[in-house]
């Protein structure tokens, strides 16, 4: 069998596991959802999420990644229990849908680079417009697919690695550079005041699903990414440092992605915050608004700035969503990784493609389905979104969880963290761990699941 990737270091693996989970989900979902949600309550209980019940679930797909040196689906089967590779099936199957979708908005991402220099704020105006022209938006995703395949199909070292190492801190100097420059604009500090300090009345069970679904899509769990990723990483690093840099870094950069939108927010509605769109479509209508407002030449240099950065984010994100499925066929069927990446990106972008028409553009897939008790119908890449991040992440890391401590045993798996980490024995992660991952970890993530299903799909 071919020799398969490895990262070539441990900086270069953090890169691009920490590219993977900082994505449209941080600059995009994270403040809409935010905003969405209450201000500060939702960051608080999303904190609380990330570092409680997310970051041992990343250390177990990790910790199943390297032990095994194999895929999602075939690590299942290294560790001697082939009859649960159904769990990485399921990963599988999220990455590829979960992909279809992403890029057709980081295709809109990118096509608002361009009108963002060329100074056309008046696609504000105009969104559903512009989703509407599948021929030009179509056309971008396009080609953020090709860059996608064109990184996975150059392997771990050369292509994931390489990528990740220029494109994230290219993405931190921006996204610095425009805080300093949105926190300087009048009414700045009340986007501020709502980011930062809570209003313990807007906890709602909405909030507490919202946050719990926004963090593990965040972290890119649940559907072996970090199964994946792990089984390209050295026998001595430390699982349980990495896990802690990556969703650091991750919180970190949706923490920032706030602190520099709500200022904007603050600043064009005058200090009151109401009036302003804080749906998905903030990113979209509400912000290049607000970058004409700026003037028509800096406001051009600081949207195409913000889209590029957008676009930077969301391209370590695909190349890790592609990487799922294409390190499975490479693995499971002997496939060549150029033919791997090539193929499974043309099918991903196929399947794209109800989503890419569902935005005003096909009445069919703008209103796919209307889901019981609800009285608005959804659209299909909605659609997708409620089947592949809300439900089966959460289901696969719940499943992932369940299968470390109690069928490859939980000593198998303290005995894997446990390399590369010299005290493990002794520390507070290990009673953590212990006390959590049994019942408690999967138990509530297998609820959530359950109450996320029972809500969006059957109006309870
Ligand atoms: N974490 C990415 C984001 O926040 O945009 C999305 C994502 C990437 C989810 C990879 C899942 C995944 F496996």
Same mark, same amino acid.
């Given at each position: ?23 449209? %989900? ?35 797909? =990790?910790?199943? %990644?390297? &032990? ?7 690590? +299942? ?5 082939? &009859?649960?590779?159904?769990?990485? $099936? ?16 980081? %295709? ?44 996975? @199909?150059?392997?771990? @070292? ?34 501020? $005041? ?14 507490? +699903? ?24 050295? &026998?001595? #690093? ?11 870094? #991750? ?19 005058? %200090?009151?915050? @109401? ?55 490479? #693995? ?5 990784? $150029? ?16 989503? =890419? ?17 609800? #009285?608005?119908?959804?659209?299909? =890449? @909605? ?47 290990? $009673? ?29």
């Amino acid at each position: 069998m071919a020799a398969r990737g490895n990262f070539s270091s441990r900086i270069g693996f953090i890169a691009a596991a920490a590219g993977s989970a900082v994505g449209l %989900g941080n600059i995009w979902g994270f403040p809409y959802e935010a905003g969405a949600g209450g201000g500060a309550i939702f960051v608080l209980v999303y904190l609380f999420f990330c570092f409680a019940l997310c970051f041992p679930v990343m250390l177990t797909e =990790l910790a199943i %990644g390297r &032990k095994s040196g194999r895929n999602a689906v075939g690590a +299942f089967e290294a560790l001697g229990h082939k &009859k649960w590779n159904f769990i990485g $099936k399921l990963g599988v199957l999220s990455g590829v849908l979960i992909l279809s979708f992403y890029n057709v908005i980081a %295709g809109w991402a990118f096509g608002y680079t361009f009108e963002m220099a060329a100074g056309n704020f008046e696609v504000t105006e105009h969104f559903r417009a512009y989703t509407t022209n599948i021929f030009a938006v179509g056309s971008y995703g396009l080609l953020f697919m090709i860059a996608t395949a064109y990184i996975v @199909s150059k392997g771990v @070292s050369e292509g994931i690695e390489k990528a990740a190492k220029v494109l994230m801190p290219s993405l931190i100097i921006m996204m610095f550079s425009l805080i300093i420059y949105s926190l300087f604009l009048p009414n700045a500090m009340a986007g501020i $005041k709502f980011f930062l300090l809570p209003d313990f009345s807007k906890l709602t069970s909405t909030v507490v +699903f919202n946050a719990m679904g926004q963090a593990f899509f965040s972290l890119s769990l649940g559907m072996g990414t970090f199964i994946t990723y792990g089984s390209y990483i050295k &026998k001595n #690093d430390n699982l349980i440092g990495s896990a802690a840099l990556i969703t650091l870094t #991750d919180v970190g950069i949706a923490i920032t992605a706030g602190l520099m939108i709500f200022p904007l927010i603050g600043f064009i509605s005058g %200090g009151s915050l @109401s009036g302003v769109g804080r749906g998905p479509e903030l990113i979209f209508v509400t912000l290049p608004h607000i970058f004409g407002e700026i003037g028509p030449t800096a406001g051009a240099i600081v949207g195409m700035v913000f889209f590029l950065l957008l676009c930077f984010a969301a391209l370590t994100s695909t190349v890790s969503l592609l990487e799922v499925p294409v390190s499975y066929v490479v #693995d499971e069927f002997k496939l060549s990784r $150029k033919k791997a990446a090539w193929l499974m990106s043309g099918i991903v972008y196929l399947i794209g493609i109800p989503s =890419l028409m569902g935005n005003g553009y096909s009445s069919y897939f703008s209103e796919f389905i209307t889901y019981i008790g609800a #009285d608005q119908p959804t659209d299909f =890449l @909605s659609f997708i979104v409620n089947i592949a991040n809300d439900s089966f992440l959460p289901l696969g890391g719940a499943l992932m969880v369940f299968f470390a401590v109690h069928i490859w045993k939980k000593e198998n798996m303290e005995a894997e963290i446990a390399v590369g980490f010299e005290n493990y024995e002794n520390s507070w992660v290990r $009673k953590y761990l212990r006390f959590v991952m049994p019942v408690l970890l999967p138990g509530t993530l297998f609820i959530i699941f359950s109450m996320i299903v029972l809500s969006t799909f059957f109006g309870f």
